[in-house]
């Protein structure tokens, strides 16, 4: 089984790289928690895809701690890296968005697989319910997404985009609507721009996601569509849910939701690196984590 970790974000609400921060009590990068409960659900392949200039760090960072048996791919994420015969000649500093991030894995990925953010912590069990979907035989041509409740997702330091997922009678996803502004105010849960007030027990989207191989063909197939908009390729990006949406829209791949029962929790502003240490350092405390979190 193979966790693909998206590493290439720019942190421009955070002010640094966050996936880089040394949040944990040992300084412990928070991809490391994921990897960490991943290897301990099972898998054996872990994919990093980040900035080029990280591509050295991460890789050296990360081979000297993780088991010698787990094998390792940190790959770049490029604006160069286009499909076969598509031209591109303008300037572009800015990532192609997180659908082009898995897509740039697709030459050491082959069969079914996790792709998750790399600065979010998911939790355990997060790990152990995407490992069971994908030793289930059923699932062998169908997608998943492990959701979180939204009551435990939210930022005391702000407002937070989410989708909200609709669901049918048999866990299959039938939609997400995207809500950019939601906040917890007086117990009350908001979307402060469309004036729409949610229970907290809404099961949301965190990018944590079942693919299968098949679905590089997919980006491929809408990235040379953007490529063709001189509109989008000025600033926009390919973000994997719209990928996501097209494969659920064709009908021909169900896209089951996986339930968690974990806290999520993340940085989306500076104010929130307090938090996520202190929550590091009490799961550390209650010998969730060993310490030495790695061991010879």
């Not at 720019?10 to 928070?30: A, I, M």
């Not at 494969?247 to 993340?266: C, H, R």
Request: hydrophobic content about 40%.
């Amino acid at each position: 089984m193979t966790l693909l970790l998206m590493a290439a974000g720019r942190g421009s609400r955070y002010g640094k790289l966050k996936q880089f921060d040394d949040l944990g009590p040992n300084g412990e990068l928070l991809m490391e928690y994921s990897i960490f409960d991943a290897i301990e659900a099972g898998f054996t392949q872990i994919v990093v895809i980040t900035q080029k200039d990280k591509v050295d760090f991460t890789h050296n960072h990360l081979d000297e701690r993780i088991p010698e048996d787990i094998e390792l791919d940190v790959i770049a994420q490029e604006t160069s890296d286009i499909p076969y015969g598509v031209a591109f000649m303008e300037d572009r500093e800015k990532p192609w968005g997180t659908a082009h991030a898995v897509w740039s894995a697709r030459n050491v990925i082959e069969d079914a697989f996790v792709v998750i953010n790399a600065d979010d912590y998911y939790g355990k069990e997060a790990f152990i319910n995407a490992a069971k979907f994908l030793n289930n035989p059923d699932s062998e041509n169908s997608y998943g997404l492990v959701g979180y409740t939204l009551k435990e997702t939210l930022s005391t330091n702000g407002s937070v985009s989410r989708g909200i997922c609709k669901t049918d009678g048999d866990n299959n996803l039938i939609a997400i609507n995207e809500h950019l502004k939601i906040e917890k105010k007086a117990n009350v849960i908001t979307d402060i721009t469309t004036g729409a007030n949610f229970s907290g027990e809404e099961l949301v989207s965190l990018n944590f996601w079942v693919c299968q191989p098949e679905i590089f063909e997919t980006i491929e197939e809408e990235f040379i569509t953007f490529l063709e908009d001189k509109k989008l390729v000025k600033s926009s990006e390919l973000y994997l849910p719209l990928i996501i949406k097209k494969i659920m829209d064709s009908g021909e791949d169900t896209i089951k939701t996986i339930p968690s029962n974990e806290q999520w929790f993340g940085i989306t502003y500076a104010a929130d690196r307090e938090e996520v240490v202190q929550a590091l350092k009490e799961k550390t405390d209650n010998e969730q984590y060993p310490v030495p979190m790695w061991q010879d």
